[in-house]
């Protein structure tokens, strides 16, 4: 079962941080899971919601600043936001990185970044896994290339990401913890499908996830496993 740090190690540090992801990979991951958005100015920010204030001293949309407008804010903790050019320069393919694709129009640049990574520095296609709950921005990223695997990600059980899974030829399928069942997972892995199941946060989620079997977890305490 391969342990996917949230948002870096979301319990640990602050959230979609680059000290988080640090802690995250302190504590050996296989993978760590992050969330981007487009700014005003194009580039791409490691951020999980559309506004800023909830996890920062700003306010107000994300797409609403420059890059230089939004490295003015910090998290409330103090820390800088991330761009994923600066995730992707310290993760430096240590372990496989799963980026959400939260705000609309990041498919495009997101595959842009990637290509230009894979093609200047060690990461490779399967490095990577880019996941959604918006299955247009997943099926925009097939439509630009077929390299890069897609997860479907689905605040319910599998059962309602399959099809859309199926459509797409998808890798994975990204189901949360409390709709999960024993049933749902063999049913997903049987028709090809890794599993990897968020947020996974107790010792009893995780010894269920195991006895389940399934692929991955995605959880805020990778120090719990």
Known sequence: M???GHRGAAGLAAENTLESITVALQH???GIEIDVHCCKSGELVVIHDETLDRTTNGVGGVANYTLQELQQFTTKEGFLIPTLDQVLDLVSAKCVLNIELKGENTAVPTIALLENHIKNSNW???????????PPQLFEVKMISTNFKVGVLTEQNIANALHIARELNAFSVHPPITFLTQDAVKRAKEQGYKVYVWTVNTKTQIEQSKIWKVDGIITDFPNFV
Do not use: R
């Open 28 to 30: 050996g991951v296989n």
């Open 2 to 4: 391969k342990i996917f």
């Open 124 to 134: 490779q296609y399967e490095d990577f896994i880019l996941s959604s709950f918006d």
